[in-house]
């Protein structure tokens, strides 16, 4: 069976400081990553999505930015964290368009999340 | 473009009360349909999705959900609210593409 990890669970960072978050999904090929971003009161707003290796969209301008260098590995990372990158992340995965018409569907599988605190 | 809009951002209802959560998707073919809670400081569970075939799907812990085309809307209900059912409530579209869309999400508040 497929299953996603994130971590860390929570993390408090300075202003300034960089980040990595890392998530990896187990028990499927070439799936369809997502990270997504909560902030406090808010929905999710889709921060990249990948496709495969290297290969990373970017859905709004930001401070952040996210790599792709095994087809089960996703991390997103900042160079300096703002405030303003406070937020709960997610990632997700779902399976690739290859499985579109089976059973399978885009509906997407999410981890844990992280709850990051910039100070 | 492709959106989803869930009207209330939150609601409350008393326990044993029926629900009805409100989306509305905009897209131009039938797009794969999802409703997904998220219990505090976890990640997302898909309740439901739809596709095709019957309008009228069934989800995980008594939920359900009707897909009506002329209304553009995928509402989510259930006849009976228990207390754990106090989450928050995504209603997302797929495009067949390669990404989904989530609404703002709706705050569910049930009290005794």
């Known amino acids: 069976s497929q299953t996603i990890h994130q971590w860390p669970a929570t993390l408090v960072q300075p202003v300034g400081s960089p980040l990595s978050l890392e998530c990896t999904v187990e028990?499927?090929?070439?799936?369809?990553l997502y990270w997504y971003r909560q902030a406090a009161g808010r929905g999710l707003q889709l921060l990249f999505y990948?496709?495969?290796?290297?290969?990373i969209s970017s859905e709004v301008p930001q401070n952040l930015s996210a790599s792709r260098p095994q087809d089960w590995q996703f991390i997103l990372s900042s160079k300096k964290l703002l405030l303003s990158d406070s937020g709960f992340y997610l990632c997700?995965?779902?399976?690739?368009?290859?499985?579109?018409?089976?059973?399978?569907?885009?509906?997407?599988?999410f981890g844990q999340g992280t709850r990051l605190t910039v100070v | 473009a492709q959106s989803v809009t869930q009207p209330d951002i939150h609601i409350t209802v008393s326990e044993g009360a029926s629900l009805e959560l409100r989306c509305n998707y905009s897209y131009g073919a039938t797009p794969y349909l999802f409703w997904y809670v998220q219990s505090p400081g976890q990640g997302l569970q898909l309740l439901l999705k739809y596709f095709s075939g019957d309008t009228l799907v069934q989800g995980i812990k008594g939920f359900e959900a009707e897909f009506k085309r002329s209304q553009s809307s995928f509402n989510l209900r259930k006849p009976s609210v228990h207390w754990s059912d106090a989450a928050e409530y995504f209603c997302?579209?797929?495009?067949?593409?390669?990404?989904?869309?989530f609404g703002a999400g709706t705050r569910l508040f049930v009290k005794a």
């Open positions: 997700a995965w779902s399976p690739p368009p290859s499985y579109y018409g089976t059973e399978a569907t885009e509906e997407a599988f």
């Open positions: 028990g499927t090929s070439n799936p369809n």
């Open positions: 997302a579209s797929g495009s067949g593409g390669f990404k989904t869309i």
């Open positions: 990948s496709v495969g290796i290297g290969q």
